[in-house]
């Protein structure tokens, strides 16, 4: 049984488009996240969410627009894509609220930006 | 503020060498540490963690210890082989839900 799992694992696209990546984990978790991972590894969280509220919201540009409908869901949609977009983005959950501790990672989600 | 600073990859070694990875951090108190790998393809998991000072975290021949005199996680392994090639990212749990990264550091074993 996956416990993150992320579609689409692959998305190939052209600059202008606008596209979502969805997220779901079983793990009865009530906080999730979206990392960005440059072509260097480099992690970059963007995102949180904690029983449906937003609590982290990093320097991302407002064309990204992350949606949770519910604990188990975290869905993140790119407006106007940028080839600067190009990334590996993850999902990952976690419970312990703000005492987080272990972080489940999804498979990631490659974007390609042509 | 809370900091994570990893050395800087690739590191490459022969198979059955033996293995470093430098992490210090800078933190207010005593933070739980962990390591986290990602193999090539997939997502991080966590590989080992500790929770207080001298602890020693341990988990597939891998091992760190906490040192708050030093503020080090440093991750050692006695004898690397070819499947331990991967991404290993030090982090220490901050505050308001979020874990600090440090920039990962990519292991190379060669045959």
Redesign the interface.
């Known amino acids: 049984d996956t416990a993150v799992s992320q579609t689409p694992k692959y998305l190939v696209t052209q600059m202008g488009n606008d596209k979502s990546i969805k997220c779901e984990q079983n793990l009865g978790h009530d906080t999730m996240y979206w990392y960005k991972q440059d072509s260097k590894k480099f992690l970059k969280i963007m995102f949180s969410y904690n029983n449906k509220e937003l609590i982290i919201n990093e320097t991302v540009p407002n064309r990204f627009s992350p949606k949770s409908p519910d604990k188990a869901h975290l869905n993140l949609h790119i407006n106007s894509l940028e080839l600067g977009d190009s990334a590996v983005y993850f999902c990952a959950s976690t419970l312990g609220g703000r005492r987080v501790d272990e972080q489940y990672f999804g498979p990631g989600t490659r974007l390609t930006v042509t | 503020g809370n900091s994570v600073t990893q050395m800087e990859g690739p590191v490459t070694l022969s198979e059955e060498a033996f293995l470093t990875i430098n992490c210090t951090y800078t933190a207010t108190g005593y933070p739980?540490l962990?390591w986290y790998v990602?193999y090539p393809?997939?997502?991080?998991?966590?590989l080992l963690?500790a929770t207080k000072a001298d602890d020693k975290g341990s988990n597939k021949g891998f091992e760190a210890t906490y040192r708050k005199e030093t503020t080090s996680f440093h991750l050692e392994k006695g004898s690397v082989q070819v499947s331990d090639s991967a991404?290993y990212?030090c982090a220490l749990?901050?505050?308001?839900?979020?874990?600090i990264?440090g920039?990962?550091t990519?292991l190379i074993i060669k045959p």
């Open positions: 739980s962990f990602q393809g997939e997502g991080l998991q966590l963690k991404v990212f749990r901050g505050n308001n839900y979020q874990l990264w920039a990962g990519k």
